[in-house]
Nanobody
Framework: QVQLVESGGGLVQPGGSLRLSCAAS????????MAWFRQAPEKEREFVAS????????YYRDSVKGRFTVSRDNTKNTVYLQMTSLKPEDTAVYHC???????????????????WGQGTQVTVSS
């Protein structure tokens, strides 16, 4: 079993920044690709970013490219999502996810996730 716990969400003004963290426990995630998804009210969960096991390869949805950066520290069993130039349309609950072995990272379907975190709320509003 793997437990994923997100933190770092909150209320931020448009143009602001936040850094989300996802701490894994129970098992090491160093050999797994990881991802971030988000879900806004009354909308389906959508892919945001993914990162391979080493951190050497990353993918992003088009709307966050150039603004969000996914990274990881395998020594800390933690994945991060640095978000800058935030927009109101980025408002959502952000979920960390462990990707199933062998899954294609781009585009990444939620069906290829085997563990989810409970999520952290990000609200972008003035």
């Amino acid at each position: 079993q793997v437990q994923l716990v997100e933190s770092g969400g909150g209320l931020v003004q448009p143009g602001g920044s936040l850094r989300l963290s996802c701490a894994a426990s129970g098992r090491s995630i160093s050999n797994n690709a990881m991802a971030w998804f988000r879900q806004a009210p009354e909308k389906e969960r959508e892919f945001v970013a993914s990162i391979n096991w080493s951190g050497g390869t990353t993918y992003y949805r088009d709307s966050v490219k150039g603004r969000f950066t996914v990274s990881r520290d395998n020594t800390k069993n933690t994945v991060y999502l640095q978000m800058t130039s935030l927009k109101p349309e980025d408002t959502a609950v952000y979920h960390c996810a462990r990707v199933r072995a062998g899954a294609v990272l781009q585009p990444l379907s939620a069906l290829n996730v085997d563990y989810w975190g409970q999520g952290t709320q990000v609200t972008v509003s003035s």
